[in-house]
């Protein structure tokens, strides 16, 4: 029988019952859910608004139902609605009437409430983990590979050469940013919602800060219409996720790109790739590819819960109940793609030779070469053209800058010197620019440094000083 069955002459229809049904969602969040209860009843004894026997009693029964499901030894009732029906229910045949005295003074509204925030934390924890983990493999490849040279693209075109340790810190930077989105959206989730009842409070004389304090809340909401229908803290979690993502998937696709073998920059290790059921001298990138495919589903759910919150008046509405499914598998998908992404940089092989031969290919050192005729005078933007001329002469003649003559250089201008040709070389490119934030080998060791000092700080649980 329905906890709501009073009001109703008759069940609920079995097809209607299992169409609004989401125990098999949100069952993963009974460890919140008993949390909160346990808090609640201590709450409601604390402040004689139950006796402190059935307190004691709902508590010691809370404990034991977590046990049960934590052995596997509970039985799950697929009439039960959800899981604050679930045990709830559980709870009530085995301690009897002290049970029903746990819903005093809430509703599952601010229950449900609860549960999320708190289901939210504990994912948004794992992805932060997960994100210093991944950055942490990164850093370990940047340092493992300091000084290897590949070229640089713009438009997938040779642009500059680049170091490939700078390469791989470019996208530590972009992870160390989802790490401050997954932060603010764990600074969004962590506010108690517990005391909003069904939407408007309650008369019984509640202490909402004890339940904020004895279940970690840095803060209480202010608005119990606010506090039982806002999802915002769930839209910051696949936004975070979303973007994040979209990182990975940027990464994966280079991934792709390194291992063929036009470019033949990295070899993934067997673990981190699959063969063909037909052509036996394939090894395919599938997981990179996956990682990539599985970006869409992610951003999907981010749409979803827009488009489904966007008409929603106050307070509650059955329609929030959608918003477990793909906030869950935002959160665990993503956290699958990072640990796979990890995998896949600690343990591949890489080849500097490689991408050097690569880099002394496309004319990477043009604009040095421009460089080199201003500093002899000429204006940026003709020395621009006198360079793209030799370029084209490059190509026609199908040689590299570097295999030109001094007498060569001077057809194009008389400002070429025999020191033209010394900063052609891709190393000498790459370690020229010494800019704070450049590829040169100084400006990546200090990067380096400062990378290890955010992971640092990433890397402290929130909440801990």
């Not at 402040?47 to 934590?70: F, N, S």
């Not at 599938?286 to 990539?292: G, I, M, Q, S, W």
């Amino acid at each position: 029988m329905a906890l709501w069955s009073g009001r109703f002459e008759e069940g609920v229809d079995e097809s209607a019952q299992d169409f609004g049904a989401s125990l098999g969602i949100d069952r993963r969040m009974y460890r919140q859910d008993i949390a909160g209860s346990i808090a609640h009843a201590k709450m409601l004894a604390q402040q004689k608004i139950i006796r402190d026997e059935d307190g004691r009693a709902i508590c010691q029964g809370l404990k034991d139902i977590e046990d049960k499901i934590d052995s596997g030894q509970f039985v799950w009732d697929e009439a039960d609605e959800d899981i604050h029906m679930a045990i709830e229910s559980e709870l009530t045949r085995e301690i009897g009437e002290a049970g029903g005295r746990l819903h005093t003074g809430r509703s599952r509204n601010d229950q449900v409430a609860c549960d999320l925030r708190l289901y939210a934390k504990e994912l948004l924890s794992r992805l932060m983990e997960g994100n210093c983990r991944l950055r942490e493999t990164l850093l370990e490849a940047a340092r493992k590979d300091l000084g290897a040279v590949l070229p640089g693209y713009t438009h997938l075109q040779h642009a500059q050469p680049v170091l490939f340790s700078h390469h791989l810190l470019a996208y530590f930077w972009m992870l160390a940013r989802d790490h401050s989105r997954l932060a603010r959206a764990f600074e969004a989730a962590d506010a108690n919602p517990l005391g909003a009842a069904a939407l408007a409070g309650t008369s019984y004389p509640l202490d909402r800060g004890l339940t904020s304090e004895l279940l970690g809340f840095s803060s209480t909401m202010p608005n119990s219409l606010d506090a039982v229908s806002d999802r915002d803290y769930l839209l910051d979690l696949e936004y975070a996720c979303s973007v994040s993502m979209m990182h990975l998937s940027r990464l994966c696709e280079e991934i792709i790109l390194w291992s063929s073998g036009e470019f033949g920059f990295v070899t993934l290790s067997d673990g981190f790739s699959t063969g063909s059921s037909i052509m036996p001298q394939k090894k395919n990138p599938d997981f990179a590819e996956l990682t990539r495919g599985k970006t869409g589903r992610v951003v999907g759910s981010l749409v979803g819960l827009l488009v489904t919150m966007k008409g929603l008046p106050l307070a509650y509405n059955k329609d929030l109940q959608e918003c477990k499914e793909g906030a869950f598998d935002a959160a665990d998908t993503l956290l699958g793609c990072m640990s796979c992404v990890e995998g896949m940089v600690r343990t591949w092989k890489t080849h500097p030779q490689r991408m050097l031969e690569q880099a002394r290919k496309g004319f990477g050192a043009a604009t040095d070469v421009a460089d080199y005729l201003v500093k002899k005078g000429l204006p940026f933007r003709r020395a621009h053209e006198v360079v793209g001329e030799l370029v084209l002469y490059c190509e026609r003649k199908g040689v590299e800058l570097g295999e030109l003559s001094l007498e060569e250089f001077r057809g194009f201008s008389p400002l070429f010197e025999q020191d033209v040709t010394k900063g052609l070389d891709p190393v000498g490119v790459a370690n020229a620019r010494t800019t704070y934030g450049g590829t040169a080998l100084s400006s990546v060791k200090l990067q380096l440094q400062e990378a290890r000092q955010v992971l640092a700080r990433d890397a402290v649980p929130p909440g801990r000083p």
